[in-house]
């Protein structure tokens, strides 16, 4: 089974720090996706990555930058974390042009 | 506005009784329509994938239908257990750019009680 591994389950940060979420996954998979999940929101996309250095917005990037140096790893960064950014955060990924999506156990992040 | 919509948000069923959750979408055209489960503190599992040309599909106790003319899926829980409970998320792939992009409702969350 496609294993997605997201580093934390629970992560606190003050105000203004710089935040690190880390993911990897190991079945080889192209694309990758960092979505926030907020109650009653859904999940909605940050960024995207459809290979090594490729990274595109989502739907809410601002706040946030990614990074993809190799093809297993995708790392969502904060770079001065604020209360609104409260919220799970979920990664994702997928082989491109197929449709099996694995998403890791999600981080939640509280900002204070 | 939401462009996948789900209801109810929150439902409460007795351990065994069958129950149905709706999804209306209105995002065009798709891919396919997906409904996940997603257990407290974990990412979402894929139930089932339809096409816009599939009417339903199911697995296990899990049946989903999709009416594409009227943009509308719903999910039937046959014989609920407990561990059911869960939020049950409707999830459209459209086109996007050069790829594709999941837009995921709101989510329904179900509580299964003994």
């Known amino acids: 089974d496609v294993k997605v591994t997201q580093s934390s389950r629970y992560l606190v940060k003050r105000t203004g720090e710089k935040v690190f979420l880390e993911c990897v996954q190991d079945?080889?998979?192209?694309?990758m996706f960092w979505y926030r999940q907020d109650p009653g929101l859904g999940l909605r996309l940050i960024y995207f990555?459809?290979?090594?250095?490729?990274?595109e917005k989502g739907d809410i990037p601002e706040g946030y930058s990614v990074s993809r140096e190799k093809k297993e790893r995708f790392s969502l960064i904060l770079e001065s974390a604020s209360t609104n950014q409260t919220s799970m955060y979920l990664c994702?990924?997928?082989?491109?042009?197929?449709?099996?999506?694995?998403f890791g156990s999600g981080t939640r992040l509280t900002v204070v | 506005k939401n462009q996948v919509e789900q209801s109810p948000q929150s439902l409460i069923i007795l351990e065994g009784k069958n129950c149905t959750l709706q999804?209306?979408?209105?995002?065009?055209?798709?891919?396919?329509l997906r409904w996940y489960k997603q257990d407290t503190g974990r990412g979402p599992v894929s139930l089932t994938i339809?096409?816009?040309?599939?009417n339903t599909k199911s697995n296990g106790r899990y049946t989903a239908t999709l009416d594409a003319d009227t943009k509308q899926s719903s999910l039937h829980i046959t014989a609920s257990q407990l561990s059911d409970s869960a939020s049950y998320i409707c999830?459209?792939?459209?086109?996007?750019?050069?790829?594709?992009?999941?837009?995921f409702g709101g989510g329904t969350r179900l509580m299964v009680k003994p």
């Open positions: 994702a990924s997928s082989v491109g042009g197929r449709d099996g999506y694995t």
């Open positions: 079945m080889d998979h192209e694309n």
């Open positions: 990555s459809y290979d090594v250095k490729m990274k």
């Open positions: 339809m096409t816009f040309s599939e």
């Open positions: 999830v459209v792939k459209v086109p996007r750019g050069a790829g594709n992009m999941l837009t």
């Open positions: 999804c209306n979408y209105t995002v065009s055209p798709f891919s396919n």
